[in-house]
């Protein structure tokens, strides 16, 4: 292990941190040291994640609440500062979605996801700045390309999603004189998560995805993870303000991909 990417004694909280992309990052950072917190609304998924991490060898901590709910996200910060002390890496990962048109939608259905999305990741950094550590903590919010690349049946996470990105340039900006860092990841395509399934369901549209992917192909959690342990680590410690996509080239020009695969211009 690189002592650059050595996490021992290190502190990381992972909201969403029980399946797919952020629990590819819990995993990460377990696997390279971490005490790793985990929070979602699921107690059972929180109670398999802490299992699968305490396997890794950390001693994992996890939190059900729902981040659209300050006073439970505050209070899983201060259980965690208490027991383990200052967080040295915040991952913020919660979000939902769902393919919908604008006007096939309710007005509560897109609420829904600008308040997970983007309210609960306010929530997380304005709740978790004064436990984090200073200087030296690194922020990553989990963003996606539909902060800055308008899809159709997607309003409402772009909406959200293009608000956590100005979030985190902005606090980028506030919070650097304390030495904390913040930084988005834009994953592309990830094979085996939740989004992935709900907006490429068959196997047809699984394929037609990956083509307009210049690598060729779906990226892994894993990928994710290994992103978010470089932005944190001290390979890192001069980057912030920054929104990595992380997609194989995906958003170079995916939209425009997938338009040329539908219309069968991509073999």
């Not at 985190?168 to 930084?183: D, H, I, P, S, Y």
């Not at 395509?189 to 549209?205: D, K, Q, S, V």
């Not at 996509?245 to 219309?263: I, K, N, Q, R, T």
Request: proline share 4%; with cysteine.
């Amino acid at each position: 292990m690189s002592a650059q990417f050595d996490f021992s004694g290190k502190n990381i909280f992972i909201f969403g941190g029980t399946s797919g992309i952020n629990l590819g990052i819990a995993k990460r950072f377990a696997e390279n040291g971490g005490r790793v917190a985990v929070a979602s609304r699921s107690q059972d998924k929180v109670d398999a994640a802490v299992a699968e991490l305490k396997e890794l060898g950390s001693d994992a901590l996890g939190y059900s609440l729902d981040v659209r709910d300050i006073d439970a996200v505050k209070m899983a910060i201060n259980g965690f500062h208490q027991a383990a002390g200052d967080i040295d890496v915040l991952v913020s990962g919660a979000a939902g979605n769902f393919p919908a048109p604008a006007l096939g939608m309710s007005a509560n259905a897109f609420k829904s996801v600008v308040d997970i999305d983007l309210l609960g990741t306010f929530h997380v950094l304005q709740s978790a700045f004064p436990a984090l550590r200073k200087p030296g903590a690194s922020v990553v919010n989990i963003s996606a390309p539909q902060a800055f690349l308008p899809m159709m049946m997607q309003s409402h996470v772009c909406a959200a999603k293009a608000g956590v990105d100005m979030v985190t340039r902005t606090l980028a900006m506030e919070w650097g004189a304390a030495g904390v860092r913040v930084n988005s990841i834009s994953p592309g395509p990830i094979a085996n998560t939740e989004g992935m399934e709900r907006l490429a369901p068959t196997p047809e549209a699984k394929a037609m995805c990956a083509k307009t992917v210049p690598l060729g192909r779906f990226g892994e959690a894993s990928e994710i993870a290994d992103a978010a342990m470089f932005l944190s680590s001290n390979a890192g410690a001069y980057i912030s303000g920054v929104v990595l996509p992380v997609d194989g080239g995906w958003s170079l020009g995916g939209v425009s991909a997938a338009m040329m695969a539908a219309m069968g211009g991509l073999k």
